[in-house]
């Protein structure tokens, strides 16, 4: 078993800044890559970014490209996502997930958090 757990959300303005952050736990969590998916209101889940455990090897949506970061901490197993230059569109609840290989596919996750809830305003 996976547990992740998210933090970090919150209101900002757009242009804004914020920095999410997902600590996992569980016996085999550096076997998994990680994964940060977010949906808004009415919105089909939809990937964002991820990150393998050992390679460093990463993965972005072209909606984030070049305004998120996603990286880890390998001795805290943490998992965190720079999110720059937000725009209102950014608004939705972020999830931290756990998938076997890297994918853009939410089908394709094991483990899933709660998820944090980032709102942008105009």
């Known amino acids: 078993q996976v547990q992740l757990v998210e933090s970090g959300g919150g209101l900002v303005q757009a242009g804004g800044s914020l920095r999410l952050s997902c600590a996992a736990s569980?016996?085999?969590?550096?076997?998994?890559?990680m994964h940060w998916f977010r949906q808004a209101p009415g919105k089909e889940r939809e990937f964002v970014a991820a990150?393998?455990?050992?390679?460093?090897?990463?993965m972005y949506a072209d909606s984030v490209k070049g305004r998120f970061t996603i990286s880890r901490d390998n001795d805290k197993n943490t998992v965190y996502l720079q999110m720059n230059s937000l725009k209102p569109e950014d608004t939705a609840v972020y999830y931290c997930?756990?998938?076997?290989?890297?994918?853009?596919?939410?089908?394709?996750?094991?483990?899933w958090g709660k998820g944090t809830l980032v709102t942008v305003s105009s």
């Open positions: 569980g016996r085999t969590v550096s076997s998994y890559g």
């Open positions: 990150i393998t455990w050992s390679g460093g090897m990463t």
């Open positions: 997930s756990a998938g076997p290989r890297l994918s853009i596919f939410a089908r394709n996750m094991s483990y």
